[in-house]
């Protein structure tokens, strides 16, 4: 795509020529390799992404941690182990919502919400949702009151964002367990509400 920050096909060579030095060099195995990104791809889930939401919404003092340290909390729950990356995480409140894009490729907190979908990718979104996101919301179906400031955190192959959904209301009697099962991948993005 233009306007990425790297070639694709220069990083694809890249990663063959990786590959191919471990097999090699008798440091990992084709076979190893491939086990090895399967377990990767197979723990990395938005379930993953609204527990961490879920145990936010129950629990103040790990939603204030979450907040101030989002990579040390999610660690807390066994995520993000040996990752390299920094997570931020950014919370919905009454007067302000947040959504995520990565304007120069597509960078993603892989883990916490699973692979990306094809229109976080796209040219379209990653430019409009920064020129005007809330009309690119509204094509989603956020409909935010034209008072709520919208703010776009735009992510980087170091920083990675999610966002912090507002609990839906009427859910004070739901546990952390009922309170995963409704946290979209969207809402963690910022292009739902929940």
Not at 34 to 62: C, H, Q
Request: negative net charge; charged residues 25%; glycine residues 8%.
């Amino acid at each position: 795509m233009s306007g990425d920050h790297h070639d694709d096909a220069l990083i694809s060579r890249r990663v063959r020529r990786l590959e191919t030095l471990l097999e090699e060099k008798g440091v990992l195995s084709g076979g190893a390799l491939d086990e090895v990104i399967d377990a990767f791809m197979a723990a990395a889930s938005p379930a993953n992404g609204a527990r961490v939401v879920a145990r936010a919404w129950v629990d103040p003092a790990y939603r204030s941690r979450l907040l101030a340290d989002g990579t040390a909390a999610v660690q807390e729950l066994g995520l993000m182990e040996g990752s390299f990356q920094r997570l931020r995480v950014v919370e919905n409140t009454e007067s302000v919502h947040n959504v995520i894009v990565c304007t120069l490729c597509s960078c993603y907190p892989l883990r916490l919400l699973g692979p990306s979908p094809s229109w976080y990718k796209s040219e379209s979104y990653r430019s409009r949702v920064v020129r005007e996101p809330r009309t690119v919301l509204a094509e989603f179906g956020l409909a935010l009151p034209a008072g709520t400031e919208i703010t776009v955190w735009d992510s980087s192959a170091e920083t990675r964002y999610m966002v912090l959904p507002r609990r839906p209301a009427d859910t004070d009697s739901l546990g952390e367990a009922e309170l995963t099962g409704l946290v979209t991948r969207n809402a963690l993005i910022g292009t739902a509400a929940v």
